[in-house]
Nanobody, 122 residues
């Protein structure tokens, strides 16, 4: 089993910054991709940013230039640095990891963190 534990959410003022962290633990071979989604009330989760072990980065247009995703691959940890926050960034943020459980596997499995609330006041 794989567990993801998030931290770093909370309240910030518009223009401020927050940093989210996500630590993965459990029995697995490697993490292929770590990323962050967010969910507004009554809506589906939407991609915020993702980082592949190969180095590929992906950002939603709404956060480009403001958010930065990074990973500490050796420690199975991912980060989302959020700068120039806007009230529209208020949402529950979920970390995910696409995990290769065994070296011989050909499929990856997606696991999710419990979610952390980010609230940005105007």
């Amino acid at each position: 089993q794989v567990q993801l534990v998030e931290s770093g959410g909370g309240l910030a003022q518009a223009g401020g910054s927050l940093r989210l962290s996500c630590v993965a633990s459990g029995d697995f071979f490697t993490i292929q991709i770590m990323g962050w989604y967010r969910q507004y009330p009554g809506a589906q989760r939407e991609l915020v940013a993702s980082a592949a072990t190969s180095g590929g980065l992906n950002y939603a247009n709404s956060v480009k230039g403001r958010f930065t995703i990074s990973r500490d691959v050796a420690n199975n940890t991912g980060y989302l640095q959020m700068n120039s926050l806007k009230p529209s960034d208020t949402a529950v943020y979920y970390c995910h990891a696409d995990v290769r459980l065994r070296k011989t596997d050909s499929l990856d499995y997606r696991y999710w963190g419990q979610g952390t609330q980010v609230t940005v006041s105007s």
